[in-house]
């Protein structure tokens, strides 16, 4: 099961959708992710922390989750080479101007193609959007 930050920050937060992503997760065998998800999950936290979504213990408790998880592999997290950023550049030629995506985004979507995967986990609209043009089948709990 591949998911993008916004999949496993949901993961740790109290969101409207929390109670179904993590059943969904929990089901997965295997959760993997691109080494990314590492910074935007913890920008992520801070966003609510800086928001005032969550308290400073708060932020630190599920940031220090988060990281004890990724060592524990809880979450496979695939590191980020130049050979996989010049596929992201090579991708991005093809991809049509009406397709709104961000670096991230594009990280995740390429991970996901290079590792074999069929779908993609997430929540974001871009996300779903251009899956599609990669090979993959967007999934939202």
Known sequence: MYLDS???????LNEPDAVRVRHVISTASVRT????????????????????????????????????????????????SGR???RVTALLRTLPGTVPLRAGDAIHLTTA??????????????VLAAAGHFGLAGRSA
């Not at 916004?6 to 740790?12: L, N, T």
């Not at 940031?63 to 997290?77: D, G, K």
């Open 6 to 12: 916004a999949y496993i920050a949901k993961f740790y």
């Open 84 to 86: 996989l950023l010049q």
């Open 33 to 80: 992710s691109s080494m990314w998800a590492m910074g935007e999950v913890a920008c992520c936290f801070h966003r609510h922390l800086r928001e005032g979504r969550l308290s400073g213990g708060q932020y630190r408790s599920l940031l220090q989750a988060f990281l004890r998880h990724c060592e524990q592999e809880v979450w496979t997290l695939i590191p980020i």
């Open 113 to 126: 193609m290079e590792q074999g995967e069929h779908e993609i986990w997430t929540s974001d609209r871009h």
